[in-house]
């Protein structure tokens, strides 16, 4: 199970920590990611990482602007977001891959959480 939190109203500039807290089973050998979705839109990928966490790939659009991160001592996952936009408004959703290094397509991850809804205003 996959459970996100961190998720918020904010201005736009800011920023927003969003958390990952997997239970039931370890997913230290899985690669992780981050996905989004807005409202009438594809679900897009935000983010992944390696299962090692050594190797992180990210979306040309939040390049430079959110950190994806893990600790898989705690079992979990981390993306740290700055300089929000209001583009950036969506539901965020992490995601578990037995592909040890993630990918961005949605249908390589097995596992989901619920989603973290985020909301940039302007």
């Known amino acids: 199970q996959l459970v996100e939190s961190g998720g918020g109203l904010v201005q736009a500039g800011g920023s927003l920590r969003l958390s990952c807290a997997a239970s039931?089973?370890?997913?230290?050998?899985?690669?992780m990611g981050w996905f989004r979705q807005a409202p009438g839109k594809e679900r897009e990928f935000v983010a992944r990482?390696?299962?090692?966490?050594?190797?992180?790939y990210y979306a040309d659009s939040v390049k430079g602007r959110f950190t994806i991160s893990r600790d898989n001592a705690r079992n979990a996952g981390y993306m740290q977001m700055n300089s929000l936009k209001p583009e950036d408004t969506a539901v965020y959703y992490c995601?578990?891959?037995?592909?040890?290094?993630?990918?961005?397509?949605?249908?390589?991850?097995?596992?989901w959480g619920q989603g973290t809804q985020v909301t940039v205003s302007s």
């Open positions: 995601a578990v891959s037995r592909t040890v290094d993630g990918s961005r397509w949605p249908s390589e991850y097995q596992y």
């Open positions: 990482i390696c299962w090692r966490g050594v190797k992180t």
């Open positions: 039931g089973r370890t997913f230290s050998t899985y690669g």
